[in-house]
C-alpha cells in the first residue's frame, strides 16, 4: 500500500523522528511513500492537539494515523481520545514529553484501546512495535463504495417476513443498550467533543453495530451505515439489499425501489458477502461492538468494511462445528453472531454479553 505524510506545517523533533523510523519500517515491509495524500491508501496525518482538524478524505478509501505530540499526564487516554475522534483518524500515535518520566508514545483505537510502545521514538525494536498496531490498516483493502441499481423486486418494495423480523432484532438490542455504543465515550469526551462525535459518526455515536439476513442464495437484506438502529424498518432506504460485491467497480451492488433514497449500506457488507457466500447455511448474522466470552476470535485487528475482516471471519466460521448458530470475537472490536434467524440469535446472546471489549 503507498502512504503519505501531510500537514508539513507541524513538525517537532519527536515528529522528525517518528516519522524516519515510520518511514524506514514501511520501507521494509514493502510499502511505497508517495507526495501526493490522495493517491496513498494509508495517511499520516500530523495534527495539532489542541485544534485537531480531520484529513479530507474526498469519499475515498483511505486509512488515516494520526500523530500528535502532546505532554502526557497519567490519564493519557482521556485527551488521546479526544483527539483521535475530532481529527477522525483510523488510529492515533499520540507521544510526547511525560512529567518525571521517559518520554512515551500511545496507539490509541476508537474502540478505547491505549496501548504504549516501549520507549521514545529510535531504535528499530520501538518501530516495529508501531508498525504492528500499523499493519491491520496498511495491508487492507477497504471497500466503503456502494452502486445502486433501481431494479428491486415490486413484491419486495414493502418488505418481507425477513426485513420485518430484522427490523424487531435491532429494537431488542436497543433495548438491551448496547446500541449506540457499549464504550463510555460520554465519561471520556467532554460535551463538545460528544457533540462532535454525534455529529460526525451519526446519532448515537461510534459503533453502531449491523444486522443482516439472507434472502436467497446470493443476495442478503442489511441495515445502513449511520442510522440509529432503533428505528430500523423502511426497505430501500435503511434496510438494503445487497446483491453482491462489484470487483470491476470496487463497490457493493444493492437493489432499491425506483425512486428510492437510499442511505449507504453497513461498512461491514463486504464482510457479510464474504461470510454469506462461503457459507449458504448461515440465515442471518447480527454484529455488535459488545463481548461474548470463550468464543473463537480473530488473531489481527482488520478495520471494518475491509477484504481481509471478512476473510477472517470466513475462516472463523470455516472452523466452527455449527457455522450457521456461533458466535465469533473480533479482536479489540465486539462479535458477530450467525444463526438461521434472528429470534434464534437473540435468544443465544442475551444473558451472555458483556458490554465492555476486551483490549488485547
Known amino acids: ?20 523510523g515510520i518511514d524506514e519500517v514501511m520501507t521494509v515491509h514493502g510499502h511505497e511513500r508517495v507526495d501526493d495524500a490522495l493517491a496513498a491508501g494509508l495517511v499520516f496525518h500530523r495534527v495539532c492537539p489542541d485544534a485537531p482538524r480531520p484529513f479530507r478524505r474526498r469519499s475515498r478509501a483511505t486509512f488515516v494515523v ?31 514529553m511525560a512529567d ?5 508514545t500511545y496507539m490509541v483505537t476508537p474502540e478505547l484501546g491505549c496501548y504504549p510502545a516501549a520507549g521514545a521514538p529510535g531504535g528499530a525494536a520501538f518501530f516495529e512495535e508501531v508498525y504492528a498496531r500499523i499493519a491491520p490498516l496498511a495491508t487492507s483493502h477497504l471497500v466503503i463504495d456502494n452502486l445502486f441499481d433501481e431494479d428491486l423486486d415490486p413484491e419486495l418494495h414493502g418488505g ?24 463510555p465515550v460520554a465519561e471520556i469526551l467532554g460535551p463538545e467533543d460528544y457533540r462532535h462525535l454525534r455529529h460526525v459518526f451519526g446519532i448515537g455515536g461510534l ?11 446470493h443476495r442478503f437484506w442489511m441495515s445502513a451505515s449511520g442510522v440509529d438502529k432503533g428505528k430500523v424498518g423502511t426497505v430501500g432506504r435503511d434496510v438494503l439489499l445487497v446483491k453482491g460485491y ?34 449458504p447455511e448461515i440465515g442471518a448474522m447480527i454484529h455488535i461492538h459488545a463481548w461474548v466470552d470463550d468464543v ?13 475482516m471478512g476473510r477472517a471471519m470466513a475462516d472463523l466460521f470455516d472452523a466452527a462445528p455449527h457455522a ?18 434472528f429470534p434464534d440469535i437473540l435468544a443465544r446472546l442475551e444473558h451472555r454479553v458483556r458490554t465492555q471489549v476486551p483490549m488485547t
Do not use: K
Not at 500500500?1 to 524516519?20: C, G, K, N, Q
Not at 518525571?100 to 512515551?104: I, L, S, V
Not at 473463537?296 to 481481509?308: A, F, Q, R
Open 1 to 20: 500500500m503507498r502512504y503519505a505524510f501531510v500537514a508539513d506545517d507541524i513538525r517537532s523533533p519527536w515528529h522528525t523522528r517518528l516519522e524516519a
Open 66 to 96: 494520526g500523530v500528535a505530540e502532546a505532554p502526557l499526564a497519567a490519564d493519557v487516554l482521556r485527551p488521546a481520545y479526544a483527539v483521535l475522534v475530532r481529527s477522525m483518524s483510523n488510529l492515533l500515535i499520540y507521544g510526547g
Open 100 to 104: 518525571d518520566r521517559d518520554p512515551g
Open 160 to 183: 418481507t417476513r425477513v426485513t420485518g423480523e430484522l427490523s424487531e432484532a435491532a429494537h431488542t438490542l436497543d433495548r438491551w443498550a448496547l446500541f449506540p455504543a457499549p464504550y
Open 207 to 217: 459503533s453502531y453495530g449491523n444486522l443482516s439476513a439472507r434472502q436467497d442464495r
Open 246 to 279: 462489484d470487483p470491476a467497480a470496487d463497490a457493493i451492488r444493492l437493489s432499491v425501489p425506483p425512486g428510492a433514497a437510499p442511505l449507504r449500506v453497513s461498512v461491514d457488507a463486504v464482510e457479510h458477502w464474504q461470510v454469506y457466500e462461503r457459507h
Open 296 to 308: 473463537p476470535t480473530t488473531e489481527i485487528n482488520y478495520p471494518c468494511g475491509t477484504v481481509e
Open 324 to 341: 450457521e448458530r456461533t458466535i465469533i470475537g473480533l479482536r479489540n472490536h465486539g462479535i458477530t453472531a450467525t444463526g438461521p434467524d
